[in-house]
């Protein structure tokens, strides 16, 4: 069997990618994905016979000049948010006045700002290894202190205060990690920080059912016969006297083509590229750094559905701030922890980076707990029954809720994600680390011609420089490579008439 392009990944880049292909109808090509479904890093699952819940990403991210919005728009799957609000709650149980929250955001909106112009201000020859964490924590504070008179009122003690403004840094730290998908701030870069660009309007609009309508938008132009599900590919190498790939795949079938689409995660890509490429030294010498130097980190999600709402009305958000060294849980809830066997201290950071609960829009009675750093993968190695009841336990605790309200509401389901265990995909989304350059995430992009010929070309949100981690950067990266091969085909086809 012969093709002229085979796409690896069904991800939004690769079914972009055959879309494109698709549309135009010039180029044959076969779309492989090794899991038994299509979507990739965007996934849902259905609860009941009209909503849907995206386990992945479930955001889109600005309107101007956004492709994904323009679609989403036509296929009328976007929400017109009415006015919520969000929660701020210590863990000593004081909600937060609104207006020092917002005095706080914006201090600490400014101070990224300013971290965005960072590399601006400073020579390319002075990139230095400094983190976003170490700037954050320098500036932020101080910058706070300095006009904060207003908001300490008599009966309020300074240290008491520092511990709020220390909680309320510390809250939007969590939300900066789980924005940029990175483990840990110490490890991402101040100085590549202000590549990603933010387009204009709003910069987290929710869907009303999830991204089903859009994936099921660009499946609809690919035939069923050019898509392969549960299919491995285990090696790409050229076939020097033909000019041509060979495609191998884990059932021992072969297929040639002239041209690959390489679609998948970089997460994917650090584990598997030198054993897919091995044949190709020059293809593993050209990326192989830019690879094991980009950052690839994991957010997960733990699912919350009730019975009933318990919860305060037009709340979006409640968020969880810990103050002081409150007990992170009470005596009965540690108790039943030891008597399943779970040790307090193994899951201290699980428990300290429980940031914010969202509640989702729908007929479903619906909770999800974000994740991110450590605790995204400490949540992947307990079960669901535990991650929920500790994240239950957590948010009933932060509302001062009584404990037989406690066990009462417990949720009927608890659906946890497990990004990083899925070994096709070893994550959530890319970011510059300490030890990335723009330069890296431009490599990653460029095509490998052996012979001269773009014969392996690279999509992915980590491959576009200005929207890594979003659906629209992955959309218009499978386009970008489709477009090329494309336009080298006819360009190849016009110079031989």
Known sequence: MSVDIVIVGAGVAGLSAAKYLSDNNFLSYLLIEAQDRI???????????????DLGAQYVHGEKNNPVYEICKQLDCMVEESQTESLFIASDGRVLDSKLVQYVEDVFEQVLDAACGYAQRIHESEHNNTSLYHYIKEQCKQK?????????TVLQ??????????????????????????????????????????????????????YRPFIEYLKQSIPDEKVLLSTEVTQVKCVNDSHQLLVCMKDNKN?????????TSLGFLKENFEKIFSTEPNLISMKMNAIKNLGFGTVNKIIMIYEHKFWPDNVNFINVLWTNNNKKLSNEQEKYLHSIGINLNSIENFLANIHSYEVL??????????????????AENLSEEIVGHICHDILCNFLNLSTDIVNKTRPKQVIRTQWFNNRFIRGSYSYFTIRSTLKDMEILSEYYTPDGIAHVCFA????????????????????????????LVIKKKDIIQ
């Open 39 to 53: 979507g990739g890093r965007v996934k849902y699952i259905n609860c009941n016979t009209s909503q849907n819940i």
């Open 144 to 152: 706070l202190l300095n006009n904060i008179g207003d908001y300490i």
């Open 157 to 210: 003690l300074q240290t008491e205060f520092d511990n709020i403004l220390d909680g309320l840094i510390e809250w939007l730290i969590q939300g900066e990690k789980i924005d940029n998908g990175c483990q840990d701030l110490n490890d991402l870069s101040l100085y590549e920080y202000g590549r990603f660009e933010y387009l204009e309007g709003d910069e987290s609009i929710r869907l009303k059912s999830s």
């Open 255 to 263: 297929i040639l083509c002239n041209h690959v689409i390489w679609t």
């Open 361 to 378: 829009y729908g007929s479903l009675n619906a909770i999800v707990c974000w994740l991110g750093g450590e605790a995204a993968l400490i």
């Open 460 to 487: 992915g949100e980590a491959t576009h420089t200005k929207w890594f981690s979003t659906v629209h950067g992955a959309h218009r990266s499978g386009i970008r490579e489709a477009t090329r091969l494309l336009d």
